[in-house]
Nanobody, 125 residues
Framework: QVQLVESGGGLVQAGGSLRLSCAAS????????MGWFRQAPGKEREFVAV????????YYAGSVKGRFTVSRDNAKNTVWLQMNSLKPEDTAVYYC??????????????????WGQGSQVTVSS
């Protein structure tokens, strides 16, 4: 079992920045690819970014590429999502998730085995 605890959400004006953190605990917590998803009201949960394990490759949704950066510290079992140039359409509940070993980089929510509780990000115009 892997437990994921997120922090760092909040309210920010358009153009501002926030950094989300996700701390993982449990057996072999550092051996997972770590992804971020978000879900806006009335919409499905969508992929935002992922950082793979062990290579550390990163992939982003087109809507956030160039504005968001995902990183991890394996020694601390922590992953971050740095969000810059935020837009009102980025408003959503953000979830971190852990994906066990797979041949391909996990880009679908169905690829993930564990989920955090979610953190609200609200961007005002």
């Amino acid at each position: 079992q892997v437990q994921l605890v997120e922090s760092g959400g909040g309210l920010v004006q358009a153009g501002g920045s926030l950094r989300l953190s996700c701390a993982a605990s449990g057996r072999t917590a550092g051996s997972y690819s770590m992804g971020w998803f978000r879900q806006a009201p009335g919409k499905e949960r969508e992929f935002v970014a992922v950082i793979s394990w062990p290579g550390g490759s990163t992939y982003y949704a087109g809507s956030v590429k160039g504005r968001f950066t995902v990183s991890r510290d394996n020694a601390k079992n922590t992953v971050w999502l740095q969000m810059n140039s935020l837009k009102p359409e980025d408003t959503a509940v953000y979830y971190c998730a852990a994906s066990g070993p797979r041949i391909r980089v996990p880009l679908s929510r169905n690829d993930y085995d564990y989920w955090g509780q979610g953190s609200q990000v609200t961007v005002s115009s």
